[in-house]
């Protein structure tokens, strides 16, 4: 499967060129097997690098309204034991947090080693929405590229492994998925007219994730642009995406694995050879002579 993926600064990004649908050729009923087997290697990966606790996980989910990031984060998680995972939503900073600076309410929410963190927006939104209305001056979003490159590169030197998609879905996709959500009331709690007031920016967040895919692209903190017209591919994308990056660690892991479990025999063997020897020793001391009244 050919990827999007970004990961050289100042990549040139056009999202009008990246198809939000699926290739020709695959079909539904091929994405599934895929994803079956995937998820299979995802839950045994993860459980390899919780055991090891070397390195972690932090996905980036980005995308606009309705491109379908709680559903990314179903599928994903989905094929995750919950143990050693933890999902966090950013919406509008709260007045405490807008008190601090912008990776402050992020950072804490950085995933400890051997656990899998995925973000519902993220640190982005400092460079995107906050950009698209003006919600600070340029002099100080544009300084966030910066900061985001280190805070990534910090994430990273501590083990971290970094991976950012955004979910890409057409126009007319999403004008199709927000009517969608008027017609039952399993949906209709979603509805929010922000998210047609969004839409009249359109092309000024096109120049903003553009921007921000093409400056914080690393090759250790790559953005994928899944194609996410259909629901099913979109999962397929994030899932065989992540399983590649995994992968290329799992040989440490496996022997970080053997070596715990090298000490952790070695350290039962030496308790039970002293357990032994001091019931030897227990055995072999004469009794104490019996007390006689
Ligand atoms: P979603 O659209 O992600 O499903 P939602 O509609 O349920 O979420 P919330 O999760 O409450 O809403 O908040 C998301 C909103 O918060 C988005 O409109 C997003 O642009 C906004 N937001 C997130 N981070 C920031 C930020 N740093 N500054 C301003 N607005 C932000």
């Given at each position: 499967?050919?990827?999007?993926?970004?990961?050289?600064?100042?990549?040139?990004?056009?999202?009008?060129?990246?198809?939000?649908?699926?290739?020709?050729?695959?079909?539904?009923?091929?994405?599934?097997?895929?994803?079956?087997?995937?998820?299979k290697?995802?839950?045994?990966?993860?459980?390899?690098?919780?055991?090891?606790?070397?390195?972690?996980?932090?996905?980036?989910?980005?995308?606009?309204?309705?491109?379908?990031?709680?559903?990314?984060?179903?599928h994903?998680?989905?094929?995750?034991?919950?143990?050693?995972?933890?999902?966090?939503s950013?919406?509008?900073?709260?007045?405490?947090?807008?008190?601090?600076?912008?990776?402050?309410?992020?950072?804490?929410?950085a995933?400890?080693?051997?656990?899998?963190?995925?973000?519902?927006?993220?640190?982005?939104?400092?460079?995107?929405?906050?950009?698209?209305?003006?919600?600070?001056?340029?002099?100080?979003?544009?300084?966030?590229?910066?900061?985001?490159?280190?805070?990534?590169?910090?994430?990273?030197?501590?083990?971290?492994?970094?991976?950012?998609?955004?979910?890409?879905?057409?126009?007319?996709?999403?004008e199709?998925?927000?009517?969608?959500?008027?017609?039952?009331?399993?949906?209709?709690?979603?509805?929010?007219?922000?998210?047609w007031?969004?839409?009249?920016?359109?092309?000024?967040?096109?120049?903003?994730?553009?921007?921000?895919?093409?400056?914080?692209?690393?090759?250790h903190?790559?953005?994928?642009?899944?194609?996410?017209?259909?629901?099913?591919?979109?999962?397929?994308?994030?899932?065989?995406s992540?399983?590649?990056?995994?992968?290329?660690r799992?040989?440490?892991?496996?022997?970080?694995?053997?070596?715990?479990?090298?000490?952790g025999?070695?350290?039962?063997?030496?308790?039970?050879?002293?357990?032994?020897?001091?019931?030897?020793?227990?055995?072999?001391?004469?009794?104490?002579?019996?007390?006689?009244?």
């Open positions: 499967m050919t990827l999007n993926v970004f990961d050289k600064p100042g990549a040139k990004v056009r999202l009008d060129d990246i198809p939000a649908e699926p290739p020709k050729g695959m079909t539904r009923e091929k994405a599934a097997k895929r994803f079956a087997a995937l998820e290697e995802l839950f045994e990966l993860q459980d390899a690098m919780f055991g090891a606790k070397v390195n972690s996980v932090l996905v980036v989910l980005q995308g606009r309204d309705s491109a379908g990031k709680d559903g990314a984060i179903k994903v998680v989905g094929c995750l034991n919950p143990r050693g995972v933890i999902v966090t950013f919406g509008v900073p709260t007045p405490e947090e807008r008190q601090h600076d912008f990776l402050w309410r992020v950072h804490r929410h995933p400890r080693a051997g656990e899998f963190s995925i973000f519902n927006r993220s640190h982005y939104e400092d460079v995107l929405v906050v950009r698209v209305h003006g919600l600070a001056p340029p002099a100080v979003w544009s300084e966030r590229f910066g900061h985001i490159r280190d805070f990534e590169e910090l994430l990273t030197e501590h083990g971290t492994i970094v991976l950012k998609y955004f979910l890409h879905i057409s126009k007319k996709e999403q199709e998925r927000l009517l969608e959500r008027e017609e039952s009331p399993a949906t209709a709690w979603k509805l929010n007219p922000g998210d007031k969004e839409r009249e920016h359109w092309d000024d967040y096109t120049a903003a994730y553009e921007d921000a895919i093409s400056k914080t692209a690393a090759k903190a790559p953005w994928t642009v899944v194609p996410a017209n259909a629901k099913w591919y979109r999962n397929l994308v994030i899932a065989e992540i399983v590649e990056a995994l992968r290329k799992r040989k440490d892991w496996d022997e970080t694995l053997v070596a715990m479990g090298k000490a025999r070695e350290g039962l063997e030496a308790y039970r050879a002293q357990r032994a020897a001091s019931a030897k020793e227990r055995k072999a001391k004469p009794a104490p002579p019996r007390r006689t009244r």
